[in-house]
């Protein structure tokens, strides 16, 4: 006889009918007890009750949407195959989710209750108008790019300051790192309603800072930030290089850190390639756990352009959807935007297809292009163009043949990439916008004056857009 038959045999003789609340009850702490080693079991299956059942069901509680929805997706057939091995015969289960749970009396607690925290004033969140109420769990699609993400997300939301704090997400503009710190805030809310959750940038940190640095406001500024349950601090890479307003917000983590307060944090690359900034910044951002997204498969952006049109009732024919995702790849939020945009055009009692979408969203198109250009794949293009080694683009030579061709990449960034004159002159050895702008005006004055010189720049253009390098 196997073990599996010899347990069935058991939990028959246990179980053999559950006329009773508690007799459903003892059966899902059976249940829960065989869990118990899982790895969801602490995030996910202990704090799920059990509020009666039959003898071909149970039906069981989780303490949030969040964690009917997760459950029920990553877990119902662990959960069948155990509650069938405990009851000894087929049985299913029923899980709906609860705003308030009370333990039942039936499963005691192991350890003594905690005292109760000192009471403080319910207060909303701060920041409503900050965090949109579209960006929930719920309108987000999942894939391969953003699963990480979205499941440290989830479990943080589910259980805020105890399963992973900080929380820091990064990846390019527009993927949905901020989709997912308003999903946090709202699903801590809708299970929590008293939490004190507070959503900003850093830049509005470091405003914040400022000023009650010179209104003698820091008192307040410091009840505001630290006096949280959430706080959620979006593009965090921009605290690079201001050493004042990182001392703050080090003592900041820390005080929040120390009292089991949820951290989240978002940047546009990796902690450790955040330059000018804090080696002891560096070491708290990594106590917890780093998630990236990158930017969605074919089938990703074809799912979210499918949930953006349903969401505002527009039917998009197969042939769109597919044009949408295969020539915009790279940002989410420009899918949304597109999205929008034929939703204003079918209102006009216009004809979506294929060729009209690529007239309407003509300028977006070009922007998507834009966004795939970087400043060092102009360079190793044009480099290659000109015969002239890589490193020449960001070094200190200035012999003609050297300093034309990096004055051309320079232009061609300015003309082909998103990239600010800053972020350009960074990108070229860290030479000032003034250099990016006086490069710009030197290749205009030679296209203007010289034929060839247009000629190679126009075949530049034309093979660097078409690669999208």
């Known amino acids: 006889m196997t073990v599996n038959n010899l347990l069935i045999l058991t939990a028959k003789h246990l179980f053999p009918f559950m006329p009773t609340i508690n007799d459903a009850r003892a059966l899902w702490n059976t249940v829960q007890d065989g869990l ?33 929805l997760w459950v029920n997706r990553n877990y119902q057939e662990l959960l069948t195959n155990h509650i069938t091995l405990a009851a000894g015969r087929n049985m299913r289960y029923t899980l709906r989710a609860a705003e308030t749970l009370t333990v039942p009396e039936s499963k005691p607690s192991a350890e003594p209750a905690a005292p109760p925290a000192a009471p403080r004033e319910p207060r909303p969140v701060v920041t409503p108008a900050a965090i949109k109420s579209c960006n929930t769990f719920e309108n987000f699609i999942v894939g391969p790019e953003n699963e990480l993400a979205h499941s440290a997300s989830l479990a943080v939301a589910n ?27 709202h699903a801590v809310l809708r299970h929590s309603p008293d939490s004190r959750i507070l959503y900003v940038t850093s830049e509005v940190f470091t405003n914040d800072y400022i000023t009650a640095v010179q209104e003698r406001g820091l008192p307040a500024f410091r009840r505001r930030y630290r006096d949280t349950d959430v706080l959620l601090i979006d593009d965090i890479h921009f605290l690079a290089g201001k050493e004042r307003t990182q001392e703050e917000f080090f003592h900041t983590f820390n005080e929040l850190h120390n ?14 390639e955040i330059t000018s900034l804090e080696d002891r910044l560096v070491s708290r951002f990594s106590w ?12 990703t952006r074809m799912a979210i352009l499918r949930k953006k049109a349903g969401l505002c009732g527009l039917e998009l024919s197969p042939k769109v959807i597919e044009f949408l995702a295969t020539r915009i790849s790279r940002n989410v939020r420009n899918l949304e935007g597109a999205i929008l945009r034929l939703h204003g055009y079918k209102n006009l009692g216009r004809e979506i297809t294929p060729q009209s979408t690529e007239e309407v969203l003509h300028d977006l198109l070009i922007e998507e292009v834009r966004e795939q250009i970087t400043a060092e794949g102009v360079q190793k293009r044009v480099a290659e163009y000109y015969r002239i080694s ?22 061609l960034c300015v003309n082909l990439t998103s990239m600010s004159l800053t972020a350009i002159g960074e990108a070229f050895g860290g030479r000032d916008h003034g250099t990016v702008i006086h490069a710009r005006r030197v290749v205009e004055e030679r296209c203007a004056t010289n034929p060839g010189t247009k000629r190679e720049v126009d075949f530049l253009i034309d093979r660097i857009s078409k690669q999208r390098c």
């Not at 299956?45 to 509020?51: F, M, Q």
């Not at 009292?259 to 902690?271: A, K």
């Not at 890589?390 to 070094?395: R, S, Y």
């Open 36 to 68: 118990r080693t899982h790895s969801a079991y602490q995030s996910w299956i202990e704090p799920i009750v059990c509020d009666g059942g039959d003898d071909e069901s149970l039906s069981l509680v989780a303490p949030s949407y969040i964690g009917e």
């Open 288 to 299: 917890g756990y780093t998630a990236d997204i990158g930017s969605p498969r074919l089938e």
């Open 259 to 272: 009292y089991h307060r949820q951290i989240v944090l978002t940047s546009d690359r990796p902690v450790s």
């Open 159 to 185: 259980d805020p300051g105890k399963t992973y704090t900080p929380l820091f997400i990064y990846g390019a503009t527009g993927l949905g790192k901020t989709h997912l710190m308003h999903a946090i805030a």
């Open 390 to 411: 890589l490193a020449d683009m960001t070094g200190k030579r200035r012999t003609a043949q050297v300093a034309f061709p990096r004055q051309v990449a320079m232009s």
